[in-house]
């Protein structure tokens, strides 16, 4: 099963993919997480990322499709993956159909933006596990501490509000498209992202089917 999880910031996208791994033993592969490990180690492609990522804006697509075909090749991809936020424009994504990435189904997380930007607002992630949480809608046991492995949680650089109302722009403008994209490929399929995330958990298994 080759999957990408498409829609704006904040949709639930990471937390579903979490679901989808565990139900269906398929690795979760976020353009996302990958870029914060190499700003967090500093390396010459955090540097390039960091200032863009905290604002905002995309990073460069060539170097999303690098960083992405060279993960493909690991052996845990090799009976299916979920890509988490990429593509992210028509570029990536006419680059993917080029190098021959598969994708067999789009998941389009449907969901009005003002929730989304109270979604980011609330979220916390843990810097040693990635667990995320939000303070209202998946609250913790212990305020401020990740309930899975015991870390300081902290708030993501690009949950800042300037970030956040940039974030959306750059989705309408440049990932939204995605949408037509897929969808005259035969390859869309909408998921109603509003409610609890064992609901949205629920739709999204009667598209994939029983889990493994
Ligand atoms: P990335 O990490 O991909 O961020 P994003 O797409 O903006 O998505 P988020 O992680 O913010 O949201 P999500 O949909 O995963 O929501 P979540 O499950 O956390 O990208 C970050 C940056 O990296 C980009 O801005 C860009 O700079 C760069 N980048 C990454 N990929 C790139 C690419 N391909 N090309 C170029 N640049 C790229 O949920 C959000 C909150 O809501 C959480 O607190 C959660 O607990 C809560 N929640 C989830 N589900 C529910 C529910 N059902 N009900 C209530 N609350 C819920």
Redo the contacts with the bound molecule.
């Keep these: 099963m080759k999957l990408i ?1 498409l ?11 979490v679901y989808i791994t565990e139900a269906y033993q398929i690795p979760s592969i ?7 490990a190499a700003v967090a180690a500093k390396t010459p492609l955090g540097k390039e ?1 960091k200032t ?2 905290e ?7 060539d ?2 499709l690098r960083m ?1 075909s060279e993960r493909l090749l690991e052996s845990d991809c090799k009976n299916g993956y979920i890509l ?6 028509l570029v ?1 994504a006419e680059g993917m159909d080029k190098l021959n990435i598969e994708v067999d189904k789009v998941l389009n ?1 449907d969901i009005p933006l003002d929730e ?1 930007v109270a ?2 607002s ?4 843990c810097p040693t596990c990635q667990a ?7 609250p913790l046991k212990e305020e401020g501490i990740c309930d899975k492995c015991g870390s300081k949680l902290t708030t ?1 650089k ?2 800042e509000p300037a ?1 956040i109302e940039n ?1 959306m722009e ?2 309408l403008a440049q990932t939204q498209p995605l949408i037509t994209y897929y969808k005259e490929k035969g390859k869309l399929f909408d998921i109603n ?8 958990e629920a739709r999204i298994q009667e598209i994939l089917g029983e889990p493994v």
Excluded: N
């Design positions: 999880l829609g704006p910031p904040g949709a639930g996208k990471g937390t579903q993919a976020s353009t996302g997480e990958m870029l914060r990322a863009l990522m604002k905002g804006d995309l990073v460069p697509d170097l999303i992405l988490d936020g990429v593509p992210r424009t990536q997380f989304v979604r980011l609330g979220r916390r992630v995320t949480y939000h303070v209202l809608f998946q993501r690009d949950d970030s974030r750059v989705y992202a509003l409610g609890s995330k064992d609901e949205v």
